[in-house]
């Protein structure tokens, strides 16, 4: 019995995608996160080039992201209580609209414009629903086994990986030709991505109903230790974030911004590839210990960067670091889920956690980066990087993450 505990089978992700509900599932997903991964990158482009304020559309991109994270948990209540259908239904129409909106008040000048882009950014933002927190939720719900879960939340993040690369190449391509349709690239997401989505019934988890009751009887945000997991997520977020800005930053200073993009790439490069090679193998292991060792691996990679200098030392130091992205992330959405009964909120504060920690890492980053100038400022990032990798130490270790992660009888 315990070798069979200690040595599952192992679950490739060709036998995760035998059937075809779930090859449709990875697909349509992809599709649905365009507006997450591209959505800030096109309001920019499009607001920029009609107004030619790119502090107007850096206001407009603020706030939209401020009201999807402020929004995003709600709707992933609903679809707990209400199903996912419903929700993704009328959403994703009125997302859909505010984007196609944009792309009109951007395309038409008048002084209806500054205001008609502010609205139209903060509807879209309060529309957006975490797709990844939804897929991965009825991935939970497909393949109740724990071994099977978690190699399907590492190909998950391997769609990720693609998906932040993809939309932004695709919406700079649309960009070249007109400024103000970058944002018919994101509109798909919700136009096509969340209609094919909620028309999958045969994956998705059955609603909870008004009460909202899991099966462990408790909200997904007072279960044992998953407040715990929310902050770690944040300070994993404050990681990323810090180091996009910084590499940004220092790259431009340089006289040579492209390397930030090439140091970027790298990142999703080496994330991706550690889910591809070694998804199916980290599957096998219980997420409590995968989520602190990649992490350990991803911020000890972290103290590179402030040694590594310009160009390509850089962009090697970023690429190690990216291995331990994806199984760190994976696992930590894989551990919240059992905790949370594989609930849409419980998954989806990760992510709003995460993206409040961007925020505040692209903000400190930013600011240390005014002031210093040099590699030094990574320092902040390996801060960031033991704060998080502290609190993911105690979020699984002692007796709540042992106990949390087990379903009552």
């Given at each position: 019995?315990?070798?069979?505990?200690?040595?599952?089978?192992?679950?490739?992700?060709?036998?995760?995608?035998?059937?075809?509900?779930?090859?449709?599932l990875?697909?349509?997903?992809?599709?649905?996160?365009?507006?997450?991964?591209?959505?800030?990158?096109?309001?920019?482009?499009?607001?920029?080039?009609?107004?030619?304020?790119?502090g107007?559309?850096?206001t407009?991109?603020?706030?939209y992201?401020?009201?999807?994270?402020?929004?995003?948990?709600?709707?992933?209540?609903?679809?707990?209580?209400?199903?996912?259908?419903?929700?993704?239904?009328?959403?994703?129409?009125?997302?859909a609209?505010?984007?196609?909106?944009?792309?009109?008040?951007?395309?038409?000048?008048?002084?209806w414009?500054?205001?008609?882009?502010?609205?139209?950014?903060?509807?879209?933002?309060?529309?957006?629903?975490?797709i990844?927190?939804?897929?991965?939720?009825?991935?939970?719900?497909?393949?109740?086994?724990?071994v099977?879960?978690?190699?399907?939340?590492l190909?998950?993040?391997?769609?990720?990986?693609?998906m932040?690369?993809?939309?932004?190449?695709?919406?700079?391509?649309?960009?070249?030709?007109?400024?103000?349709?970058?944002?018919?690239?994101?509109?798909?997401?919700?136009?096509?991505?969340?209609?094919?989505?909620?028309?999958?019934?045969?994956?998705?988890?059955?609603?909870?109903?008004?009460?909202?009751?899991?099966?462990?009887?408790?909200?997904?945000?007072?279960?044992?230790g998953?407040?715990?997991?929310v902050?770690?997520?944040?300070?994993?977020?404050?990681?990323?974030?810090?180091?996009?800005i910084?590499?940004?930053?220092?790259?431009?200073?340089?006289?040579?911004?492209y390397?930030?993009?090439?140091a970027?790439?790298?990142?999703?490069?080496?994330?991706?590839?550690?889910?591809?090679?070694?998804?199916?193998?980290?599957?096998?292991?219980?997420?409590?210990?995968?989520?602190?060792?990649?992490?350990?691996?991803?911020t000890?990679?972290?103290?590179?960067?402030?040694l590594?200098?310009?160009?390509?030392?850089?962009?090697?130091?970023?690429?190690?670091?990216?291995?331990?992205?994806?199984p760190?992330?994976?696992?930590?959405?894989?551990?919240?889920?059992?905790?949370t009964?594989?609930a849409?909120e419980?998954?989806?504060?990760?992510?709003?956690?995460?993206?409040?920690?961007t925020?505040?890492?692209?903000?400190?980053?930013?600011?240390?980066?005014?002031?210093?100038?040099?590699?030094?400022?990574?320092?902040?990032?390996?801060?960031?990087?033991?704060a998080?990798?502290?609190?993911?130490?105690?979020?699984?270790?002692g007796?709540?993450?042992?106990?949390?992660?087990?379903?009552?009888?």
């Amino acid at each position: 019995m315990d070798a069979q505990v200690s040595h599952p089978a192992r679950v490739s992700y060709r036998t995760l995608l035998i059937p075809r509900a779930r090859r449709r599932l990875v697909v349509t997903g992809a599709l649905s996160r365009l507006p997450l991964a591209g959505a800030g990158v096109a309001i920019v482009l499009a607001a920029g080039g009609a107004t030619h304020s790119y502090g107007l559309a850096g206001t407009a991109s603020a706030l939209y992201v401020i009201a999807a994270s402020v929004m995003a948990p709600l709707h992933a209540r609903r679809m707990d209580r209400m199903g996912q259908r419903r929700v993704l239904l009328v959403a994703g129409t009125a997302q859909a609209a505010a984007f196609a909106s944009l792309m009109l008040v951007c395309r038409t000048p008048g002084w209806w414009q500054v205001p008609g882009i502010i609205t139209a950014a903060a509807v879209a933002g309060a529309a957006q629903v975490d797709i990844g927190s939804a897929v991965r939720a009825r991935w939970a719900h497909a393949v109740p086994d724990r071994v099977s879960q978690q190699t399907a939340f590492l190909l998950e993040s391997v769609v990720d990986e693609l998906m932040f690369i993809l939309a932004p190449m695709a919406i700079t391509a649309v960009t070249s030709a007109q400024s103000w349709a970058a944002p018919a690239v994101v509109l798909l997401g919700p136009a096509v991505g969340w209609l094919l989505l909620a028309g999958q019934t045969g994956t998705a988890p059955p609603p909870l109903g008004k009460g909202g009751a899991h099966p462990a009887g408790r909200r997904p945000t007072t279960m044992a230790g998953s407040r715990a997991l929310v902050a770690a997520f944040v300070g994993i977020g404050a990681y990323l974030g810090s180091i996009e800005i910084l590499l940004v930053a220092l790259a431009d200073a340089d006289g040579e911004p492209y390397w930030a993009g090439y140091a970027l790439a790298a990142w999703a490069l080496g994330s991706a590839a550690a889910a591809l090679l070694a998804g199916p193998h980290l599957g096998r292991l219980a997420p409590e210990r995968v989520f602190v060792p990649a992490m350990a691996w991803m911020t000890g990679c972290g103290l590179l960067l402030p040694l590594a200098g310009p160009k390509l030392p850089l962009v090697i130091a970023c690429f190690l670091a990216g291995i331990g992205a994806a199984p760190s992330l994976s696992s930590g959405f894989s551990l919240l889920g059992r905790r949370t009964a594989g609930a849409s909120e419980g998954m989806s504060w990760a992510s709003s956690g995460m993206g409040a920690g961007t925020t505040i890492g692209a903000f400190s980053g930013g600011w240390l980066a005014d002031r210093t100038g040099s590699g030094a400022a990574f320092w902040l990032c390996v801060v960031f990087g033991a704060a998080a990798l502290t609190i993911a130490w105690r979020a699984t270790s002692g007796g709540d993450a042992g106990t949390a992660a087990q379903p009552s009888a």
